[in-house]
């Protein structure tokens, strides 16, 4: 089998789910959407933004003059803190589930200044942000009622983001959302079965092959998965076995600083615009137990294929069958690598 040339399946080896790849079709002609993009430069500070220092949120509540990270609850949180475990199951046929959902919703803001991005910001100012996230794993971690904590960003209107002032999210919750349920079993089957971790073993071969990595420092390597579906999405995985933040040394938090910022500001290089994607980071279920199979990474799934304006969309047989790309994980990671190791 020609990976570069005959149509074929890739296994998602983390969630046991595939992608169907035609890097024959990457040369068909394109005859949807070309739209240029105008970018507008954002301002230092945006006295309409509920985010920057010294503005109202919902409710009326001022923030703080902050000077680094600011974290606060969700003024729109989509779950709720304090609510008993209840299920339901009608008529006990199995059919209509359905369960509460206790959870804490937090955002935290990078930087007091509204115009920068992951990308923009220096290493020694994304460093502060990696403490926060931390921070924050650690005390939502210790909550009896919080079993995962998913900490993540949306950049980008395209992808939803409903302000551009640099913030991530955190949801906490009670169960284990579905894509890290998935990798837990993944994970320890591997785990299980060889006695060894699935991602230390998996990035050793990455690093061997060296055909799909993009960027690596001391403590991290960025890679274009195998099994990727969308057309520029990275892993970040650490080299060492940890689980979660909290286990990651002083300076393995900087080589996540770094890692971040040559990650973010590669994107920005692919159209030569601010890159929207979706991030978010996969750590140990903190359900309880020690979970040595659990190997800490991060996940980029930026929507772009062919320009500024063009798009991904996971319709037809993606949405009713299998997700599917045409550009092959291969080729994208010689894009990104070239522009990696280009000069800001
Ligand atoms: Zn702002
Ligand atoms: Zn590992
Ligand atoms: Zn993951």
């Known amino acids: 089998m020609k990976l570069a040339e005959d149509p074929h399946r890739r296994l998602n080896v983390l969630t046991n789910e595939w992608v169907v790849v035609s890097p024959h079709r990457a040369t068909r002609p394109w005859q949807g959407e070309v739209a240029t993009l105008q970018t507008i430069p954002e301002p230092v500070y ?25 974290v606060f609850e969700n003024d729109f949180a989509a779950l709720k803190p304090n609510m008993a475990r209840e299920s339901l199951d009608v ?47 650690r005390e ?29 999210q955190i949801w906490a919750t009670a169960s284990i959302p579905d894509a890290p349920s998935k990798e837990l079993a993944t994970q320890s089957n591997y785990f299980q079965k060889h006695r060894r971790c ?5 990035v050793e071969l990455e690093s061997k092959q060296n055909v799909r990595v993009v960027a690596e420092n001391e403590a991290f ?41 040559k990650v973010t500001s590669t994107y920005d290089k692919v159209f030569g615009v601010p890159f929207p994607y979706s991030m978010g980071f996969h750590q140990a279920p903190t359900d309880g137990p020690p979970h040595p199979e659990w190997h800490f990474h991060a996940h980029f799934y930026p929507p772009l294929l062919r ?15 299998t997700p599917q790309r045409d550009i092959t994980p291969e080729i994208a990671a010689d894009r990104l690598r070239a522009l990696a190791a280009t000069r800001r």
């Open 307 to 321: 320009s500024a304006t063009i798009r991904k969309f996971m319709v037809g047989f993606e949405m009713l069958g």
């Open 221 to 261: 390597i960025a890679l274009v998965p195998f099994w990727a579906i969308w057309p520029f999405e990275l892993l970040i995985s650490s080299r060492r076995h940890l689980k979660d933040m909290p286990e990651l040394t002083p300076q393995e938090s900087r080589s996540l600083a770094e890692i971040l910022q």
């Open 140 to 168: 939502l971690a210790g909550l009896e009622a919080i079993n995962h904590v998913q900490i993540f960003e949306n950049r980008g209107a395209m992808m939803g983001a409903s302000n551009p002032h640099p913030h991530c």
């Open 91 to 137: 008529d006990n046929a199995g059919l209509l589930i359905a369960e509460t959902e206790p959870g804490i919703c937090r955002v935290i803001c990078f930087s007091p200044r509204h115009d920068l991005t992951l990308a923009t910001m220096s290493v020694d100012e994304i460093e502060p942000v990696v403490h926060t996230w931390v921070g924050q794993f």
């Open 46 to 70: 945006d006295p309409s933004c509920y985010l920057c220092p010294g503005n109202e949120r919902a409710g009326g509540v001022l923030n703080p003059q902050y000077t680094s990270t600011f």
């Open 198 to 202: 699935l991602l230390c073993d998996y």
